[in-house]
């Protein structure tokens, strides 16, 4: 990328040989927020692609940078200072279909954001306005984007109410949010989302806090919506079952940064980072009859604005002295390819990983 010029405006043509290759190409992002204690190094340097019909899963603990990267992609994050309030320091480079984002106008962005782009966020309690109709709030996602009157808009809320499993859409099209269950609100959500058929969802922990048949429904949902529209997807979770589920490719972030990547298959059946082996161990299973109790992570993520030196995860690693020299704690890992699309963060020789994984790890998962 030397020599690359932004345009700073989304939609104009990028000279030859830059253009992303993916439908969503993320390129050495970091996202930092100064603080009086320091700097919050949320993201710190995440790259990965993402094609049309295909599904990401990002995975890892609280903290570790998942939803700071997918409100960087949906360009939530206000850049620069504003008064006493400090705001996020970004860097590096979002292309959405050959556009690139973090140079771009906020208006320019802002109009991709609900058509383009869109957004299934945590709490849609807190993301849906208490004072407005469920059929108000996606009419006005609707016309946002299109020249249409407040009839056809709502012609067209009723069908997405409909489509994604609400009883009576007609009727419930006029209810507030609190009259909603749980299950009901996030489907008003995904409803909203998907209005205006974006070729690109994010759906950030789209299953916390709901009963697990509930979940099943919401996930069959995206999956079913999904192959209807053809959308790229990436599915925010700590739940590695949600994205064993839906997922296509799989990202593994710890401390900012991305620790393994690869293919679903991949990753849970060959797993090559200690932090993937801990969580794969958290995991409870019912595909067969449990003779160990689980096993979790040892200790707690690390403060994002002290990140441990060398490998971040060192410090809960029961693996950091396998490499003799003690790189563990002095060099921060690259990442890099073990094979077919496999990437990993680790200062390990492949064949300690792999004969670990063999005699220890794997008769334990």
């Excluded at 996030?186 to 989302?193: G, L, S």
Aim: contains cysteine.
């Amino acid at each position: 990328m030397t020599g690359l010029t932004k345009t700073g405006a989304v939609g104009e043509p990028v000279p030859t040989g830059t253009e992303a290759s993916a439908f969503l190409d993320i390129r050495d992002l970091k996202v930092h927020f100064p603080t009086d204690d320091g700097l919050v190094k949320s993201v710190d340097g995440l790259s990965f692609q993402l094609e049309k019909g295909r599904t990401l899963g990002i995975v890892g603990e609280s903290g570790s940078g998942k939803s700071v990267t997918s409100l960087a992609v949906m360009g939530l994050h206000t850049a620069g200072q504003y008064g006493k309030r400090r705001r996020a320091q970004l860097s590096g480079e979002i292309w959405l279909n050959g556009q690139e984002l973090l140079s771009a106008e906020p208006d320019a962005v802002r109009r991709l954001r609900g058509r383009e782009m869109s957004m299934i966020f945590q709490d849609p309690l807190s993301a849906l306005h208490p004072y407005y109709k469920i059929g108000y709030q996606i009419v006005e996602a609707y016309r946002v984007h299109h020249d249409v009157d407040k009839k056809t808009a709502r012609k067209r809320a009723i069908e997405m109410l409909d489509r994604v499993g609400i009883p009576q859409p007609d009727k419930r099209v006029d209810d507030y949010p609190h009259q909603f269950s749980g299950g009901m609100r996030q489907r008003a959500m995904i409803a909203m989302a998907l209005v205006n058929n974006p070729e690109l969802l994010i759906a950030d922990e789209p299953t916390t806090a709901l009963d697990v048949t509930v979940q099943a429904q919401i996930l069959d949902l995206i999956r079913d919506l999904q192959k209807e529209f053809g959308s790229a997807v990436v599915i925010i979770t700590h739940d590695l079952g949600v994205v064993a589920e839906l997922a296509d490719d799989i990202l593994v972030m710890y401390g900012g940064r991305c620790v393994e990547k690869g293919s679903a298959e991949q990753i849970f059946d060959r797993p090559q980072h200690p932090y993937t082996w801990g969580l794969l161990g958290s995991m409870p299973r019912i595909d067969r009859e449990a003779t160990d109790r689980l096993t979790p992570v040892k200790g707690s993520p690390p403060s994002l604005i002290n990140v441990p030196a060398g490998c971040a995860f060192h410090p809960r690693c029961p693996y950091a002295d396998v490499p003799a020299d003690n790189a563990s704690r002095t060099v921060r890992p690259e990442l890099r390819e073990v094979g077919g699309g496999h990437f990993v963060a680790c200062h390990m020789r492949q064949e300690d990983r792999e004969r670990i994984y063999a005699e220890e790890i794997a008769p334990k998962l």
